[in-house]
């Protein structure tokens, strides 16, 4: 993922169970961020780059002001996507 980020100007990291005990039966969570805050693209335009398809948007109930989490499907897994703002 960091291969397709980096070029529009973005960067990923693992949060959740994965980073914590290095496996998950539930989902992968990974927080999307930008390298710089004024340069931002649109969650989706970034989602679809990933080649990721969503299976829950509008953002679901954990979403709050300072990030968003976008459910999706990558190749049979759950991912949730933290974008932060």
Excluded: W
Aim: charged share 25%; aromatic share 8%.
């Amino acid at each position: 993922m960091e291969k397709i980020l980096i070029p529009i100007g973005y960067h990923c990291g693992l949060l959740g169970s994965l980073l914590h005990r290095g496996q998950s039966t539930k989902d992968a969570d990974i927080v999307i961020y930008p390298h710089q805050v004024d340069e931002q693209l649109d969650e989706m335009k970034i989602l679809e780059k990933l080649g990721v398809s969503i299976t829950e948007y509008p953002p679901n109930e954990a979403s709050c002001t300072d990030k968003m989490i976008t459910v999706c499907d990558y190749k049979g897994t759950r991912v949730d996507f933290f974008f932060l703002k």
